[in-house]
Nanobody, 125 residues
């Protein structure tokens, strides 16, 4: 059974930092591209960042470029999202996702087969 478990969310002031983690189990981690998405209340789930199977390619939403960094640790079956210079508009539930079939750094939710339960990030002004 595939499980993706996010952690690291919380409340932070604007300008602060958080690091999200997503621990994967029940799958061969090295064969999955991984992504982070976020969803604010009343809005659609939006792409944030993605990393290829090997970790050699990354992709970011324009809104987070230069502030967020995605990385993966195959020894720990974990993907990370380092978030710096946080803004109130970054407030959302952040979801981790795993993609086996497409295997790139897709920005589309439909490319990802598995999803975590989400972790809340709240940035106060």
């Amino acid at each position: 059974q595939v499980q993706l478990v996010e952690s690291g969310g919380g409340l932070v002031q604007a300008g602060g930092s958080l690091r999200l983690s997503c621990a994967a189990s029940g799958l061969t981690f090295s064969t999955y591209a991984m992504g982070w998405f976020r969803q604010a209340p009343g809005k659609e789930r939006d792409f944030v960042a993605a990393i290829s199977r090997s970790g050699g390619r990354t992709n970011y939403a324009d809104s987070v470029k230069g502030r967020f960094t995605i990385s993966r640790d195959s020894a720990k079956n974990t993907v990370y999202l380092q978030m710096n210079s946080l803004k109130p508009e970054d407030t959302a539930v952040y979801y981790c996702a795993a993609d086996h079939l497409v295997g790139g750094t897709s920005t589309y939710t439909r490319a990802y087969e598995y999803w975590g339960q989400g972790t809340q990030v709240t940035v106060s002004s």
